[in-house]
Structures are given as structure tokens and as C-alpha cells.
């Protein structure tokens, strides 16, 4: 049995690249939250919604964004759905979105490693880090 055949057998819930793109999203997401844990400014808070897998499990609801991010504003609280780049949102997270929308909840949804830092500094829940130019143009 080849690696990718095990891989198949063990996911019930999602295809191959399904799960290849939720392993991207999760170290987006710890790349993320370790900046926040570097960067941060006192008074905010972060915190992981553990949603993956919500098919009828109490608690648990399909589609909430991925992270939840209050400050540094009081009452201030955002959501924010991280995808790796040519991630889409599901038909359960865009009727998230439209809820957040409706409510006046303010939120990002962010591809890649940089999206979701540039949407934390914008949000002032971490310092601004000077970037390195990718490009090599100055």
C-alpha cells in the first residue's frame, strides 16, 4: 500500500486535497498565532476555534472563522478565516460571512502567511515588523 493510499483510507471526511490544503492552513495558522505571541500588543487576545471537523459535534459549528481576535479597542472583536493561497471559502463559511456582515462583526478573510499579519497590524493587535522586499526591488 502506497503512503498516499494510507493517507486516502484514513480520510472519511475529505479528499486528498482537501487535507493537503488543511495542513497548509494549519501551519498559516501557527505561523499566525506565534507572530501575534511575538508581536502582540498588550491588552489583545487570540484565540484558535477548533471548527475542522464540526459535523454534529455539540459546540462545535461549520463555517466559523478560523481565529478569534479581540482588542486592542474594548468590545473590539474580530474574526478571521485563514486559507492557503488558492484556498476557497466553503458554502458553510460564506454563510458565516454574510452573518458577520449582517451583524456588523468586523472580519478578514486572508490568504498565504502575510495576508493575515498585514490584517493584525491594520487592526493594531500587533506591532507593525518591517518586511523584507520580496521582490528585490527597493
Not at 498516499?4 to 472519511?12: A, C, G, I, P
Not at 487576545?45 to 471537523?53: C, S
Request: aromatic share 8%; glycine share 10%.
Amino acid at each position: 500500500i502506497s503512503s498516499s493510499q494510507h493517507v486516502t483510507d484514513r480520510l472519511s471526511c475529505c479528499s486528498v486535497r482537501e487535507h493537503r490544503m488543511r495542513l497548509k492552513e494549519s501551519l498559516i495558522q501557527k505561523a499566525v498565532v506565534d507572530h501575534w505571541k511575538a508581536f502582540g500588543v498588550p491588552g489583545t487576545q487570540m484565540f484558535a476555534i477548533p471548527n475542522a471537523y464540526a459535523h454534529g459535534q455539540a459546540g462545535l459549528t461549520r463555517g466559523v472563522f478560523d481565529l478569534c481576535v479581540i482588542g486592542p479597542q474594548a468590545g473590539r472583536v474580530r474574526f478571521m478565516e485563514l486559507k492557503a493561497d488558492g484556498g476557497k471559502l466553503s458554502e458553510h463559511q460564506k454563510a458565516f460571512r454574510d452573518y458577520l456582515i449582517k451583524s456588523g462583526v468586523e472580519f478578514a478573510i486572508c490568504y498565504g502567511r502575510d495576508d493575515p499579519i498585514i490584517a493584525l497590524e491594520a487592526w493594531g493587535v500587533c506591532k507593525t515588523v518591517k518586511r523584507e522586499n520580496r521582490c528585490g526591488n527597493d
